[in-house]
């Protein structure tokens, strides 16, 4: 089966704390597509990355960073020394090229606290 | 730059009454469009994508059907809103093949069936 597993549903911490979000995932294909989007309390989603099956390379984008390993079917992220302006719902999803279908994880929602 | 609008932003609808969600993107042509919803304490459930005008698959089979009558308008309908029909409506669209690039989502439509 197809699936996308972010286990934490909720995650608090003190602002300038290093976080980091998990996502698990499962496919059969060999070619695929993981991503990371925000959900501010606003509600509109923002695309954070994209990564292919074939790009194992890590990512940094400033506080941001990515941690993308095959063999353990994970895509995790981290934001290093986190602001008050992090806190939002965050989902992981996963775009399956031989289904042709994305599905995204539950969410994990994020509280920075200052 | 490229806009995505969605309206009305908030609806609160009877049971059994009609429903019709619009969604238009501006800075584009032949977007791919998604709607999405999203259940409280739910992740996003992809309903309907399209790749073209008159070009609409559905993800889920129940009574809400989605049209595509211009390049960059999509409408999400229902004859008859369930309570379960409650939750928030996403637009999106993305520029490459479906599915496999990012998405661009539109700020929500927050529906209510009482």
């Known amino acids: 089966a197809q699936k996308v597993t972010q286990a934490q549903t909720e995650i608090s911490v003190v602002e300038k704390e290093d976080v980091t979000l998990d996502c698990v995932y499962e496919?059969?294909?060999?070619?695929?597509?993981l991503f990371w989007y925000k959900q501010p309390p606003s509600g509109e989603l923002v695309f954070l990355i994209r990564?292919?099956?074939?790009?194992?390379q890590n990512e940094i984008s400033g506080r941001y960073s990515w941690n993308f390993q095959k063999s353990t079917s994970s895509f995790n992220f981290t934001i290093t020394a986190s602001q008050v302006v992090d806190s939002a719902v965050y989902f992981c999803?996963?775009?399956?090229?031989?289904?042709?279908?994305?599905?995204f994880g539950k969410g994990t929602r994020l509280h920075i606290l200052p | 730059s490229q806009t995505i609008h969605q309206w009305p932003a908030t609806l609160v609808q009877p049971v059994g009454s009609p429903l019709s969600l619009e969604c238009t993107v501006e800075?584009?042509?032949?977007?791919?469009l998604y709607w999405y919803r999203q259940a409280a304490g739910r992740g996003l459930q992809l309903l309907f994508y399209?790749?073209?005008?008159?070009?609409i698959s559905s993800e889920v089979p129940q009574n809400l059907s989605a049209s595509r009558p211009q390049d960059r308008q999509f409408i999400l309908s229902s004859k008859k809103l369930l309570l379960s029909d409650s939750g928030f409506y996403l637009c999106?669209?993305?520029?490459?093949?479906?599915?496999?690039?990012?998405?661009?989502f539109g700020p929500g439509t927050r529906l209510t069936v009482t």
């Open positions: 999106a669209w993305s520029a490459g093949l479906a599915g496999r690039d990012e998405q661009y």
């Open positions: 496919t059969r294909d060999t070619t695929y597509y």
């Open positions: 990564r292919n099956s074939f790009d194992e």
């Open positions: 999803a996963l775009f399956m090229n031989r289904d042709d279908k994305i599905i």
């Open positions: 800075g584009t042509s032949n977007p791919n």
């Open positions: 399209s790749v073209g005008i008159g070009q």
